[in-house]
Structure formats: C-alpha cells, structure tokens
C-alpha cells in the first residue's frame, strides 16, 4: 500500500533545532517496499525531495517546496554470530542512541564512545558521526540503500563509502540519488576500550569505575549531559562546526602566539584544532543575539532559545566563521545541513 502524502506539514516538531517551517508535502515509510512505491508516484518524481531522519544535523532556513520523505524503518538483527563478533543490521528510522543502548545492553562494543549523538541510524554514514576518538566506519560493514531513479536496491561496501573525517560518497557524488534504507555493523564481543580521548577518564575516576563497555557509555553520556543542551529544551544540533584541520606548520604559528592551544595530529603534515576552543577565543561562549547564540557551556553549540528563524542561526553562524578567520587565519566550516 502506498504511503499516504499529506499537504502543508510543519517541519517544527521534525528537526532538533526547532525551526517553523513547512514542507509543501510530506510523506512517512516505514519498509523498503513503502518507500519503492512512493519513488514510483507523480508526487515524488515531480518535485524535488528532503529526506528527513532524526532532522538533528540540519537547518531549515526556509519553507521546502517539494515532498519530505519521513524515513521510518525500523529494526534491529542480529544476522551472524562468531567468537569475537556480532555482525548486526539496524533500520535506518532507528534513534542511533536506541541502537547504541541496544548493543551496550548486549555487551557488544564498538559504538560505546557513540553514546548520545542525535539523529537516526541512517544518518550516521552519511558524515561518518563521530565522537571521542571513535567514528561510524571503525564498526562499520555496509548498507544498503534504495536508488530513487530506479527504485532499486543497491549495497554499498566499506571502501565504496569512502569515509573521511565527517565524510562519505553520501555528501559528494551519490549525494541525493540515495536513499538509506538499513545499516549494518561489526560489533565486537572483546573490543579494544578506547579512554584516552576528551574527559573520558576523567569521568572513569569520577566515578570509580574500571573501563568497559558500559561505563564507557556511562561516562560519555554523563560528559555530553554536561556540555550539550538537550534538544528537546533547547533547541540545537549538536556540534555546528567541523574541527578544521592545519598543516603542522600553521599549527606551531598559531601555538607560539597562543600556548594553550590543542590539537590532535591527524597524519605527519597535518593537525586537527578544536573548532570550539577557536570560537570561544573569539568571545562567543555564551553570547546571545536575539532568539540565538552560543552555547553557555559549549562554544560549538549554536541554540534556538525559542523562535528563531533559520536564518538569523545561520547569520550567526556566518559571523562565528568570519570572527575566526580574521583571528586565526583559520577557516571552520558547518559540519550541519544548511537547507
């Protein structure tokens, strides 16, 4: 049966920044067939479309004058079992922290580290979601996804993803021809903890715990309560800005005129900066213009305090970028959706 496809639809309650705007049609799937016959009717293949997941790493700067896709596809399997993995495959509609809990739950490790990012399954290869020295592709084995010219369903390997830094094929040449549809991942029964990354340990002595798969996530949770307003609160999406990457020598220029800058060496030329400590350098923690600004408690944070446009969040964010490069000679760029 096909999806029904409604007119005229608020997108307020459907992206974490909580913007009022609205699609001019919106419809929800809930299988892989569902979304086959919706690809096949007049109100798709005439206008243009907005997949929408979670909606927590976009910003909707205007009404969409095309169809939203709602994708709902639930479900978690376990398709293999051996010794010292599990190999998993997950619906694209399911809340990645739903999927993370299910395997910390199962003692299944990989995806720990992972704990409390927004948005939905699908979403997450997209930019390869990382966070605390641990990104999407580490666990990663394939996906497959629905191609909206044919309706056929293709599986896209590892290396065909070609995953970078906040990076995939999804935002590059497969970019709107794709539609995810269900992901599948190596979870390990005996995995290789990872601490070392941000105030893990910190939080581990915090709470007198010894490492594992679930005091990981514990302590991860526990960190992003405490930098990161909820969503549902205070409208956000999480980390606005990518931490841009220097040549080694730009790095050491910049640290010799200020020493207590970071950063984290991504390969023998090249160093990551922390995007957040940049822009908090430029006295924009906390600062607040109009029904917008920058986080209290997390610099990297851009918030709707309650009826903000989409636009006056992107203006902002617009300044944040100029403020930095007239600083620091160093260019930060959204790592959001601006839509």
Known sequence: MIPSVLENVSLKSYNTFGIDVSAAFFATFNSVKELQLLLQTDAVKQRNHLVMGGGSNMLLTKDFDGI????????????????????VRVGAGEVW???VMWAVNK???GVENLSLIPGSVGAGPIQNIGA?????????????AVEIKTGNIKTFTKDYCNFGYRYSIFKDSAKGKYIITHVTFSL????????TYGAIEQELKKQNATPSIRTISDAVIAIRKSKLPDPAVLGNAGSFFKNPEVPV??????????????GYPVNETTI????????????????RIGNTGSHKDQALVLVNYGNATGNE???????????????????IEPEVNVI
């Open 132 to 144: 605390y020295g641990v990104e999407l592709k580490d666990c990663f084995k394939s996906l497959e």
């Open 249 to 262: 020598q730009k790095f050491e220029e910049l640290k010799a005129l200020y020493p207590t800058l970071t």
């Open 107 to 109: 003692n299944l490790g």
């Open 188 to 195: 390990q029964k005996n995995p290789e903890l990872n601490t």
């Open 97 to 99: 922290h739903d999927f």
């Open 313 to 331: 969040i992107y203006s902002l964010a617009l300044d944040i970028k100029k403020s930095v490069h007239e600083k620091f000679g160093v260019d």
């Open 272 to 287: 990551k900066l922390a995007a957040g400590w940049l822009i908090e350098q430029c006295g924009w923690k906390g600062k």
């Open 68 to 87: 939203v896709l709602k994708n709902n596809i639930k479900g978690i399997e376990i398709l293999e079992e051996e010794t010292t993995t599990a190999t």
